[in-house]
């Protein structure tokens, strides 16, 4: 081989290495605690559903419940990450 292909392969052997994923032990917990917390935050959830029905007329396409929904994820957010912060090694 020449030194630039061994240089070459040496090196992609190197950066493979370095990108070895984690290797979980534990099952994520995340989805667990942000689905127990979706039914603390059924004012947010009901605020977009009403949004949602206001909007299904819209014919212009300009219309959107972006607001509502972010409003909502916010709400089961902050209610999972002390769950999720807790279980963290």
């Given at each position: 081989l020449s030194r630039s292909v061994a240089r070459?392969?040496?090196?992609?052997?190197?950066a493979k290495s370095a990108r070895?994923?984690?290797e979980?032990?534990?099952e994520d917990q995340k989805?667990?605690?942000e689905e127990e917390c979706k039914s603390h935050c059924t004012k947010e959830w009901a605020a977009?559903?009403?949004c949602a029905e206001r909007i299904k007329s819209d014919t212009t396409g300009q219309a959107h419940c972006s607001g509502q929904y972010f409003d909502f994820w916010h709400c089961v957010d902050h209610c999972a990450?002390?769950?999720?912060?807790?279980?963290?090694?």
């Open positions: 070459a392969r040496s090196i992609g052997w190197a070895m994923p984690f979980y032990t534990e989805p667990k605690f977009y559903k009403a990450a002390p769950k999720i912060f807790t279980t963290l090694k």
